[in-house]
Antibody, heavy 131, light 107 residues
Framework: EVQLVESGGGLVQPGGSLRLSCAAS????????MDWVRQAPGKGLEWVGL??????????EYAASVKGRFTISRDDSKNSLYLQMNSLKTEDTAVYYC??????????????????????WGKGTTVTVSS | DIQMTQSPSSLSASVGDRVTITCRAS??????LNWYQQKPGNAPNLLIY???TLQSGVPSRFSGSGSGTDFTLTISSLQPEDFATYYC?????????FGQGTKVEIK
């Protein structure tokens, strides 16, 4: 069964740090890009960032709201994804989801077109930033 | 960053109704558009990618259309299990922004 399980959430004071983990199973983790998405209480979805796979040098991208404070990493030997969150603010309070990035490729005359989407989601882990 | 705007923000409908949700991008994103469904207390679930391709296992009453800046998610005959919040997301560029969501409620 394809599964993602987040852990590491909790209560932290403003300015503090927290590291979230996402354990993957049921698929070849090392092949996949992986995303983090968050959802503040009663609000919509906010894309946090992504990590690409080894073939794409494990490069990362971040939303402007977290860039410089959050770091995404992965350990393919452990089938695990991480989100290191530093300098936390009250507005970082949210449920954090990890997600597998699926892709659909169409080959054409001018090359291949890649469509990316989150096709597997974890159940989420809750982070509360409060004094 | 590309802004995604959904309309309406919420709607009330009855079982059996045809429901249409619109998503507009602040610039052209070709057909790099995903739709997700989220029920309270649950993670989102992928419905459609590449604007119109139905994810495996998703009922055929869901369909997507559009290209460029304007997109539509249609539920042809609303079922009780479809009452949820729906989000669009562009995958044209990073950051991969979401719309604000459309909540579909029971009339």
């Amino acid at each position: 069964e394809v599964q993602l399980v987040e852990s590491g959430g909790g209560l932290v004071q403003p300015g503090g740090s927290l590291r979230l983990s996402c354990a993957a199973s049921g698929f070849t983790f090392s092949d996949q890009y992986m995303d983090w998405v968050r959802q503040a209480p009663g609000k919509g979805l906010e894309w946090v960032g992504l990590t690409r796979n080894k073939a794409n040098s494990y490069t990362t991208e971040y939303a402007a709201s977290v860039k410089g404070r959050f770091t995404i990493s992965r350990d393919d030997s452990k089938n695990s994804l991480y989100l290191q969150m530093n300098s936390l603010k009250t507005e970082d309070t949210a449920v954090y989801y990890c997600g597998r990035v699926g892709y659909y490729v169409i080959s054409g005359y001018y090359g291949a077109t890649h469509y990316y989407y989150m096709d597997v989601w974890g159940k989420g882990t809750t982070v509360t930033v409060s004094s | 960053d590309i802004q995604m705007t959904q309309s309406p923000s919420s709607l009330s409908a009855s079982v059996g109704d045809r429901v249409t949700i619109t998503c507009r991008a602040s610039q052209s994103i070709s057909n790099y558009l995903n739709w997700y469904q989220q029920k309270p207390g649950n993670a989102p679930n992928l419905l459609i990618y590449a604007a119109s391709t139905l994810q495996s296992g998703v009922p055929s009453r869901f369909s997507g259309s559009g290209s460029g800046t304007d997109f539509t998610l249609t539920i042809s005959s609303l079922q009780p299990e479809d009452f949820a919040t729906y989000y669009c997301q562009q995958s044209y560029s990073v950051p991969r922004t979401f719309g604000q969501g459309t909540k579909v409620e029971i009339k």
